[in-house]
């Protein structure tokens, strides 16, 4: 099953956009093909973990989406490249800069609650990361940081 950050960007990835219940799926399914059973608290806590990271990052629409985060380098993990012909996953755009501008904002209030030299460092490292990732300026969450 797709353990790493980038594993679980390649999943979502590979649909361009999923749910969080859609992507719970698609590692299910990736426990099942791989002999093992899924746990879904375990799953839901990588899920977390990855979108706390900027591996997977969150858009609000008619519904919530997960899509591959600035951070990310997304690979696909074993037997993922079956997923699109076991699930039925609609096709969803998302407009990155719109995305990107959201996860600045996001990066304003960490940066404003920060405590701690390391939490500013990958504050300031992901600040450089969505502004290749999504062309936006990120800048001021450096000054925050400063």
């Known amino acids: 099953m797709a353990t790493s950050h980038d594993e679980l960007a390649g ?11 859609e992507l719970r799926e698609a590692l299910s399914e990736l426990a099942f093909k791989a002999g093992r059973e899924a746990n879904e608290e375990a799953i839901s806590g990588r899920i977390a973990a990855a979108t706390e990271a900027y591996a ?5 629409g008619e519904e919530t989406l997960l899509l ?8 696909l993990p074993p037997d ?3 997923l699109p012909h ?5 096709d ?7 995305l990107g501008e ?3 904002e996001e990066l304003l209030t960490a940066a404003e609650a920060s405590d701690g030299e390391d939490e500013r460092t990958e504050l300031r490292e992901v600040s450089y990361d969505v502004e290749a990732w999504a062309n936006v300026d990120a800048s001021e969450v450096r000054t925050r940081l400063d």
Do not use: N, Q, Y
């Open 11 to 21: 999943v979502v990835d590979l649909f361009g956009a999923l749910t969080h219940e």
């Open 56 to 60: 997977l990052v969150e858009w609000e």
């Open 68 to 75: 591959p985060g600035p951070t990310a380098f997304p690979e």
């Open 80 to 82: 993922a490249t079956d």
């Open 86 to 90: 076991i699930m039925s996953v609609p």
């Open 92 to 98: 969803r755009e998302v407009d990155r800069s719109v």
């Open 102 to 104: 959201r996860v600045v």
